[in-house]
């Protein structure tokens, strides 16, 4: 739930002295209000994530330009329903290893918070439908497979012994479709299995 | 198939297919409704903020409304928000068979709270003119289907 409204310059004044005031508006409300870390800024982004926290809201922002004695008309978003369009991050992944089986643990990812000492909100709570997209690569087979789950603990059974696996994981919702952002590729060898060194 | 429990009355319903039947369709019919300070479905008039008891009537009211008011009287050349929303209403009317089920079994008591929100939420449709409130209550489809939802 971090969002952050970012635009373009206007059009035939890149590399001119442009700056931008924004303005954000909640659906249903009465009035535009402002950011004031936003306002006759150079940049072209502004995080609007503090002020659209609430995701069972629905949101408009808008952005004017000025370049000298010049100021444009305000440039509109649509409207921005948090809870259906924002981007969900990948969990946390834990692997432990036997011989032939790996142990996967998921920790859903955390809303966005502004203040850090702020009690976490797990994505869970939010989308109680929060599914994981399991990927798993044999690097000696050259072989990827892929699971869906539910839950956060996942047992891969059925290993090959002393075979490197690669394992990454995304969360999604079902329904409309989300960007996704994978988590980081994490690999680890199942152990040796004595019985096949006796041979 | 999703299990609303709305009080005593539990029914199922396809709230998966919905939602995404109308996310094909949202952003066309979000961009016809101009009017960003009115909003019809109302965080304090919403299922969650009624007690259980009456949820079930409350949807059953809303429901109707959304068939006889809302379907039946937009219009649009797109075919193919015309045929999505025609999917909606029927699971729409679906659900709203389904409720009756639970009224004549008693278990979908209309009392004031849920007729007063009711009220409410017909007052600010109604305060709009006919189109403005059919393109504002459809894009307000969101609200609705999250309601129920969090009624699972």
Redesign the interface.
């Given at each position: 739930m971090k969002n952050i409204l970012q635009w373009s310059p206007p059009e035939g004044l890149q590399g001119a002295e442009v700056t931008y005031t924004v303005r954000y508006?909640i659906?249903?409300?009465?009035k535009w209000l402002s950011k004031s870390e936003c306002r006759n800024i150079l940049r072209t982004y502004c995080n609007l994530s503090a002020e659209t926290s609430d995701y069972?809201h629905?949101y408009?922002a808008r952005v004017k330009a000025v370049w000298g004695t010049n100021c444009s008309k305000g440039a509109q978003t649509?409207?921005f329903?948090p809870?259906?369009e924002t981007r969900i991050g990948p969990p946390e992944v834990a692997l432990t290893t036997d011989k032939k089986s790996i142990s996967i643990v998921l920790t859903a990812p955390e809303k966005w918070k502004k203040d850090p000492e702020e009690s976490s909100i797990s994505m869970q709570q939010i989308y109680?439908n929060l599914k994981y997209h399991v990927s798993i690569y044999n690097a000696k087979a050259n072989k990827t497979w892929s699971q869906c789950v539910t839950n956060q603990m996942l047992v891969l059974s059925w290993l090959e012994p002393d075979t490197l696996y690669c394992v990454h994981v995304a969360s999604f919702v079902?329904?409309?479709?989300r960007l996704a952002q994978p988590s980081e590729k994490q690999c680890v060898s199942t152990l040796k299995d004595p019985a096949s060194a006796l041979k | 198939l999703k299990t609303l429990h709305l009080g005593s009355c539990v029914i199922t319903t396809n709230l998966?297919e919905m939602?995404?039947g109308f996310?094909e369709i949202?952003?066309r019919v979000?961009?016809e409704?101009e009017i960003?300070?009115?909003?019809i479905l109302?965080?304090m008039v919403s299922l969650q903020d009624t007690e259980p008891a009456g949820q079930c009537c409350l949807l059953r009211h809303v429901l109707r409304l959304y068939l006889d008011k809302v379907f039946k009287n937009y219009q649009t050349p797109d075919h193919h928000i015309l045929r999505k929303l025609s999917s909606l209403a029927n699971s729409f009317l679906t659900i709203k068979k389904d409720l009756r089920l639970c009224h004549d079994r008693m278990t979908c008591p209309c009392w004031e709270e849920a007729m007063e929100k009711y009220s409410r939420i017909l007052s600010h449709f109604e305060e709009l003119k006919p189109r403005e409130a059919v393109v504002k209550a459809l894009?307000e489809l969101?609200?609705l289907l999250?309601w129920m939802e969090e009624a699972?």
């Open positions: 508006f659906y249903g409300q009465k069972e629905q408009y649509g409207r329903y809870f259906l109680s079902p329904g409309p479709p | 998966q939602r995404n996310s949202r952003d979000l961009a409704d960003i300070d009115v909003r109302r965080k894009g969101d609200i999250r699972e």
